[in-house]
């Protein structure tokens, strides 16, 4: 069964700080990756999509990386900020269509002062 | 250029009713995606539209159906509630569908209570 597995559940951190979260994976074949960033209420915005060949992307103060070999991911998040307190999800899919997306259950980020 | 519309924003209906939530995609998206957002289970897909057809549908009971319309808007229906339904419905709309590098474009979701 295609499963996501994100970690941690939830962290705390302090504004300024850095911090890594890690998603790990089964679905094959494999497509892509992609991390949003969903804020309460509102609905999940884009950060990164990675193909089986890339294996580091960055938008902003976030960088996303890829282990095809291993089915690990991780998204990294530097000088973190309050704005950035939300709930970061990995979605994996196959080739193919929308039924064969696998999503993360997410971790919950609170960054505070 | 416009985002994803969803609405109503929030809904309160009582169990056995019937809802219709409504998505207007981004101005020349052709497909629309529907999920359901639980706590316990996080975001799941409903099905996926493109063109007015169908093209794919998640394990959902026959109750959730939708449509869309020749001006890529589209519609979920959800008949005979139950408690369980109570969600965040969310919808989202792509270019082309599912291809390597068209991202997804969240609408702000519909939140249902059924009490």
């Known amino acids: 069964k295609n499963q996501v597995e994100q970690s941690p559940q939830s962290l705390i951190i302090l504004e300024g700080k850095n911090c890594t979260l890690q998603?790990?994976?089964?679905?094959?074949?494999?497509?892509?990756l992609r991390w949003y960033k969903q804020d309460t209420g509102r609905g999940p915005v884009s950060l990164t999509i990675m193909t089986f060949s890339e294996n580091t992307k960055s938008n902003g103060r976030y960088t996303a990386t890829l282990d095809a070999d291993t089915k690990q991911s991780s998204l990294h998040i530097t000088a973190s900020q309050l704005s950035d307190s939300a709930s970061y999800i990995c979605?994996?899919?196959?080739?193919?269509?929308?039924?064969?997306?696998?999503f993360g259950t997410g971790t919950r980020l609170q960054v505070t002062l | 250029k416009a985002g994803v519309t969803q609405t109503p924003r929030y809904l309160i209906k009582t169990r056995g009713q019937q809802v219709t939530l409504s998505c207007s995609p981004i101005s020349g998206h052709r497909s629309v995606s529907w999920y359901q957002q639980t706590p316990g289970q996080g975001l799941q897909f409903l099905f996926e539209?493109?063109?007015?057809?169908?093209?794919n549908k998640g394990n959902f009971p026959g109750r959730f159906s939708g449509r869309q319309f020749s001006n890529s808007r589209s519609e979920m229906n959800v008949s005979t509630l139950e408690l369980g339904d109570s969600a965040l419905y969310l919808c989202a709309s792509s270019l082309d569908g599912w291809s390597t590098n068209s991202p997804l474009h969240f609408g702000n979701g519909t939140r249902l209570t059924v009490t």
């Open positions: 539209y493109f063109s007015e057809t169908q093209r």
């Open positions: 998603c790990n994976y089964t679905v094959s074949p494999f497509s892509n």
């Open positions: 979605v994996v899919s196959a080739p193919g269509t929308a039924s064969k997306l696998t």
